[in-house]
Structure formats: C-alpha cells, structure tokens
C-alpha cells in the first residue's frame, strides 16, 4: 500500500494532511496559502454547497453576485470592520504588465499602470453590499433583502491548513438588510438553525449553538452567533457564524429607508457564512487511520461494486449482475460506481475505497453470484454482511441510512464523554489537555478571557443558548459569574 | 409607466443597458468595470450553469477548483499566452493594510507587506491548471483528465459594457490533458458541439460554428475554435469558444507522461469557455421595446399569475383558482409566481413581466373565473388567448414548448435574412452597414485581415466547419481565394 496514512495517535496533524491528500481531497499548489480542491474534494463541496443553497431557497433567501474588489475607500468606510481585516488583505495595485526590458521573455508589472485607488481583494463583502444596497433601499417596501452570495474570498494567512486556514478559500455570505431590529435578529438566529440542521443532518456532526464573548465577535457585529463542533483530538472547530450587524453598515454606508409613517431610519443587518473549512471540520470528525468516513447525505460516492472473478468468462457474469445493480441503485437516486479497472487487484480496491470514505461497498465474487449473495461492508464501522441480491438494492439503501444516523450518534457519544465541567484551574487544564470541551465560571471580562488564552490556550467558544443560569466563581480569578461558558482549544 | 425603455431603433447601445438595469439582470457597482449582477440576473446564470454542467457531467467531465492567484513567473512561462493578457492584468502586490498616520480611520497599503513575488489575478487558468496538472500525471493511465472549474476571472477591459465586457465575469473553464493530439482535437470539436447545443436548445439563439484564423486565436492556442451568434443588430457575439492548444502548456510547464511503450512525451491540451457574456447575446438575439424576452428552458420565471378581481370577496375567489393553478404547474416543473400584491395595478403588473421578459402571463379574472376561462398571454409574439381551466395546465406547459421553438426560429430566420455574400468591396461594405453576416472571400494573409478590420470595422468571425470549397477573389487585393469566409461587425 503505496498510501498508507499516518495514524491519529502517531500524529495527529500529520494523519489529517495525509486524509486530504492521500483522500484526494485537494492539493497544496503553487501559490503560498493556496490549495487546489482535486474533484473529489470538489464533488463534495458540491452535495454541501447544494443542499445548503437549498435551504437557503427554501428560507426565502435569492442568489446574486457581487464584484470581487472593493475600493479601499469603501473598505475603510466601517471602521471596526476594517479594522479587523486589515492585517490579512491581498491589495490590487496596478492593472497591467509589460516586457521586463531586462529579461528576454519576462514580464514586469508596469509602473505606468498604477490605480489610483487600491483595491481589496474581498475578505468579505459586507462593505460593498452595502454601498450598493444604498441604492437598492428607499422605502419599506424594499425590504427584506435577503440575498446570499457563493463566492471565493483571501485573507492572507501566515499559517496555513488546507481547508482549515487558506489564504483563499470558497463560501457563501448571507447579507440580509431588515426594517426592524426584531426582524434582523430573528434571520440571525434562524440562519444558525439552518446552519446547525446541515451540519448535524447532513454532516452528521452535532454542534453547540452558542453566542460569541465580544472579543470573539466578528469585526463590525452587534452579536456573533456560532456553531461548534467537537473535533477527534477534543478541540473546537467553528462550523458556521451568523451576524447581527445592527445599524452598523447602514450607518457606514448611509443606508436609510421611510418607514410606514414616511420617517427616516437606518436598516438593520446581518450577515451569516460558512465556508470549504467546513470539510476539514468533516474530516476530522469522522475519520479513522484507514482513512475518511464520509456520512452518505453527501458523500461524493456513496457505493463502490468490486468485482472479484476468475478469466474473461467470470467477469462476464460479474459485470451482467453490476450492470443490473447500478441501475437499480441509480433507480433509487443512490450514487454508485462499478470499478472493473482489471488492472488493479480487489484488495488494493477495498483499501482505496476505504482510504475515500465511499460509505458502502459492494463485493462481487463469481462464488458468491452462484449462490445468489453479495458481500456489502460499510465503511463506518467496517462490517460486513452476506446479503441476497434480491434483497440487495432496499438492504443498501437501508444501510446507507443506518450509516447517516450512527456516524450522528457515534459523535454525539464522543462528545458526550469529552465535554465536562471544571470548577478550578487545575481541573480545567486537566481537562482540556485530556482533549475535553470545558463548562467553566468566567467573570466576563475581557481581560480575564485573554488571560485565559494565553495561559491554558483554550478560548471561550460560546456561550450556549438557553444557558442554564448558576451562579459560581470564575475559573482564573475566582470573581463572581452568573453562569458557565463553553471554553476548548480550538483550530 | 416609470420604467419605459429606449427603443432599439432610437438608440440600440441604450435600449441593452435599459433592458440589463430596468429589467433587474445587473447593476453598475462602486468598482471600475465590475458589475453586480442581480438575483433575477443570477438566477438566469444559474439555470444556463446548471444545464452546462449537467451537459459537462453527461461528456465525462469533473469539476474542481483551482486558485484565483497566479504567481508572475508561472504566468508568464507559456510565452504566447502570457503576452496575449499581460496588458490587461489585475495585479496584486501587497498582503496587508496598516493604519494611516496622516488620516484618523483611514488606512494605507502597508509598504512592509510587499509581495517577493507579485500575484496575477487570473485572467484564465491554463498556467496556474497546467503547473499543477505536472504533479498529477505520469503515466498514460493518468490521461485523459477532464476537468472544469466555474470561477471568477479578470481582465482588465478599457471600455466596459454589462455583461458583454466586465472586468470580473463569471465563466467556466475546461481544461483537460490528453495523451494523443487526436484526441485532444475530438475533445476540442465535442465540446464546440455541446456549445452549440446549448445555445441553440436552451438560449434558443442559432449559432455557426468555425474555426478562428491565426489573428483571431486565443493566445497560446494552436486552433481556436468559436461559435458566433447575430444580434439583432446584425452584428456577431462570439458566444463560446474551444482551443485546441497543442503540446505548448506542456512544454511550458514540462508536463510529459510515460507511454504504452515506457517513453516519455508532451500532454496534449484542450480549454474551453462561456461566461456571463452569454447573457449579453441572450438579450440582444430575442428581447423587444417592451423588454426582455427570454426562453423557457432558461427563465428565471416561466409563468406569473396577475390575478383581477374587486373586493375582499372576489379576491377570495381569484386567490383560491390561482393557488390551484400554481401547485399544478409546479407539480410538472414549471416555475411560476402568483402576483397578488395588491399595492400595484393588473396594468403595472403586465407591463413589469413584459419587461422582465416572463415567457407565459395567466391573468385570472373574476368574471372569467365565472365562465370557467383565464387570459393566456405569450410574452415573445405577445398573442392572447382565452383558456379553459380545464386545459390551462396543459396549455401553458405546451406553450411553453412552442415559445421555445418559436424563439429560436424566429432568430433563425433574422440570421437567415441578414446573412448574404459579397463579391465586391462596394457590394461588402454595404451589406455590413445594413447589418448583415458576410461571407467573402479572402486572400489568407494576417494583413488583408488586418486591413479589412481597419477599414471596414469588420473581423473575420469563422472559417465555417464543413465550409464549401469555392474559388475567388479577396474582397480587398483580388488575390486568390479557395473559400469564403465569414464577416461580421462584432461585439
């Protein structure tokens, strides 16, 4: 096995990259920070980003495009916004190339073709949705916009991680404007919602819905909402934000509607997204040192036929049966693949379905057809089972369903039995360095949480919804709390 | 009626931007060039996505991502190209903002954070796609690769037009590897087919298909094949095009694989590409004074509803029909819109999906309802007819079949009366003033071409494929010709 990938135990980190790359996922490339998502990787994004877009139809919400650049002008216009961006922007500073005169056959950018404005490379679009809503928004009439966009953004990185942390990567951005307060917070929490249905229906990953301390906020939010998932080594990943943006891009942008009563006032915003990081989230939530395990919703193969036979007869019986299945599962909507790639022995196929994380496979052996029985293995918890093909087609389908529900319950027990409370300091750095979700005490000071940070590197993730209200004392400076917040490390 | 357009004969260039702003397909954006296209817009783009990629997946192809940056030494490797687009590139030289010390809140490029190595925004991705394709193959097992990408792209463009000349657009780029040159021009001709089909089945605009001249060619293609559209001006939109590019990237690139007989040669290469321009020919091949019109295969909305009634009660009744009407059209497929905002007019209404170019407007009056009919109105030949609700379902759902085919062969028939030969330069000059297609002869040298473009503002669109074989005379040197070619103004 040429693609043997590191264990989890062995190194964790290692284990990851070689999923991504040995898995086909992406690829690092030649641009710093950069990745190229392979097809595979690809595939998946798609069944995500389609599902996802069709919640978001299904809530109400339209598709649009908005320009990849924004004038810096416009960029600095919601001063907290920018701020919080500013260290991480790829700038356009000229339009056009010449002959390098000093390299035969090179090219040089032209000092002559220099913008007279900078422009962003978007790190998000806030600022210029915003300054175009301005013309969009005149009366109460015009809203609700709510519109979403699928698009790349960069944030310049220092370090980087495929799919975690790209200097470019793919998501979508929710930008809502509303006419009232209420309204606006209302979207902000049912987009969490639907955030938090993809991930824990479709992902099978379960989340914490919680809202951010304000240092964790994003920069230019009234409010941050999140989801947070439980990766295998116990730390968090943040699966998705959404944002209550108040009035501030209004008032930035100058965006003002007439009310019913012909007044004046400013719109109220919010803003919600998630991103490719949502795959690293996936991988590390599921896998195992064989490889990925990816839930069947959307899973980019979710059944592999190999077929095992002896000389060109055999594989003429084998592939007449393969060909009925992969209609018959096709029939049903099921994704399915016959690899008889005669070039590759069946065991090399197993481990590198394995390696993929295609959720079923279908083992079809010239013995086994005379009996009338193939062997079905799935890949979550790698049973297998001798299955009649009459009943091949409903059992696989009943399978892939029992494999969505027990990777869900599967991560939901791991984070079941990761995730405690502590009530002072050793305990609560015993339990995250044993890889736990903490519920602690925090006085709810600022400076207290970047205490926290630096000393025992774990960040308060959330604080959960419907907190349940106990009073204690904090974990760092024993001041008085009113209730526990979610602390874990987290990528 | 605060939305009329300008007519196509008062002013042409005014009629488009009225039918791109007022029929809500796109805005002007605070970015030079850039243009936000509108949900309504958006969701046109994602029915033709949709239907191109579905025609992609059915032709063996995947789809991956590749990154919007191109570091300035990859870029200017495969030479041709790179001079082809050098003067119209976005270049990004610096990765971080920092606070101006002359200005409170506002921000300067950080002189510190200059890229070593300066960044291409991409106009197209054959360098960033081929340097990684090196990495992917080795062997002819590893060929064919057929992979597409949809993504943003920038060219720097002078003079900009919505849709049909941007600095961002949105496009799709297949690139893919082959290990024969037969193979790559069979791929290069199979996807020109599955343009054109495209065009003509789901846009509903003719097109011909050809082969570009040396002077035309996509720089660093070998053969540049094109489909070329007319628009009702008579002027030709090159609507897609396919590049048989040789071994050139690979030999740029150094991408080589071992053969059937262990001995290394060059990758041979295809890339081919639409873009949101698409949606520029759309416009300009079908829409009228009233507005656009737009094919059903493709409308963001096949079918409104207008409801006509008096009072609470007669609404009662209108809203209850309609509401029939709407889940049995959407129970075959058809999208469709029951208009009951009762703040605006019927009259608003019918003259608001004119120019939005909605193919089928149900009216449903209250006293038609009594006689068991509904006004049927077909938005491309603006006929009316009264329908029983018996067959109303049936009815639009054949309607809609027949506006499609009506459309195209209406453009068809334009294309056919405004395509004519030329033998003299009297006799061409004037044909392309009275907006024709013109096919004349040419003597096959770059500077005739040249010359004729000076002067008559005219290019050589195509070589036809299959082009009959007929001797002559160039149109402008009398020298000897072997074929007629096709001429055309173009956007």
Chains 1, 2 share one sequence.
């Not at 139809?57 to 339209?62: F, M, Q, R």
């Not at 799935?378 to 494999?403: A, F, G, M, P, Y």
């Not at 990777?407 to 044993?434: G, P, S, Y």
């Amino acid at each position: 096995m040429g693609k043997a990938i590191t264990g989890r135990e062995e190194d964790y980190s290692q284990w990851y990259n070689d999923l991504v790359i040995k898995g086909s996922l992406a690829d690092y490339s030649a641009v710093r920070g950069c990745m190229v998502i392979k097809p595979y990787g690809f595939t998946l994004w798609e069944n995500m980003r389609n599902q996802l877009d069709k919640m978001f139809k299904e809530t109400g919400h339209v598709n649009a495009y908005f320009p990849l650049f924004i004038p810096k002008s416009l960029f600095e216009a919601e001063e907290k916004n920018a701020e919080g961006f500013a260290k991480e922007c790829a700038i356009v500073t000229h339009y056009r190339l010449k002959s390098d005169p000093s390299k035969s056959g090179k090219l040089m950018v032209d000092p002559e073709a220099k913008l007279e404005e900078e422009l962003i490379v978007r790190p998000t679009s806030e600022a210029i949705i915003w300054s175009t809503y301005k013309n969009w928004i005149q009366s109460y009439r015009d809203l609700p916009l709510l519109i979403n966009q699928w698009a790349n953004v960069v944030r310049w990185e220092m370090r980087t991680r495929l799919f975690l942390r790209t200097a470019e990567f793919l998501w979508q951005e929710g930008h809502t404007a509303h006419a009232t307060r209420e309204e606006a917070l209302e979207e902000t929490e049912k987009m969490l919602g639907v955030y938090a249905d993809f991930v824990e229906q479709y992902m099978a990953v379960p989340v914490i819905k919680g809202i951010k301390t304000p240092n964790e906020r994003f920069a230019g939010a009234d409010e941050t909402y999140c989801i947070e998932a439980m990766m295998q080594d116990g730390k968090a990943l943040q699966a998705g934000t959404s944002h209550f943006l108040g009035q501030n891009f209004a008032k930035a942008f100058d965006v003002q509607f007439s009310n019913k009563e012909n007044k004046l006032e400013y719109v109220w915003a919010t803003s919600w997204g998630v991103s490719t990081r949502l795959i690293g989230a996936l991988i590390m939530a599921h896998s195992d040192d064989q490889g990925l395990v990816l839930p069947p919703r959307i899973a980019p193969l979710q059944v592999v036929i190999v077929p095992i036979y002896k000389g060109e007869e055999g594989k003429k019986i084998v592939d007449e049966k393969a060909r009925w299945i992969v209609n018959e599962l096709k029939g049903k909507g099921i994704s399915v693949k016959y690899d008889d790639d005669d070039t590759a022995r069946p065991g090399w196929k197993f481990a590198e379905y394995e390696l993929k994380g295609v959720p079923v496979r279908i083992a079809l052996g010239q013995r086994d057809l005379e009996q009338n029985v193939a062997e079905v293995a799935r890949r979550d918890t790698k049973e297998k089972q001798t299955v009649s093909l009459d009943n091949l087609v409903n059992e696989v389908e009943k399978l892939l369903e029992d494999i969505q529900q027990n990777m869900f319950n599967r991560a939901l027990l791991f984070r079941k039995e990761h995730i405690c409370q502590a009530d002072t300091w050793e305990e609560f750095v015993q339990a995250l360095d044993k890889g736990n979700f903490v519920m602690a005490h925090w006085d709810g000071t600022s400076e207290t949480e970047e205490k926290i940070k630096e000393t025992a590197k774990a960040t308060i993730r959330c604080i959960p919804l419907n907190n349940p209200q106990e009073s204690g004392k904090c974990i760092l400076t024993g001041n008085l709390s009113k209730e526990r917040v979610l602390f874990a490390r987290a990528y």
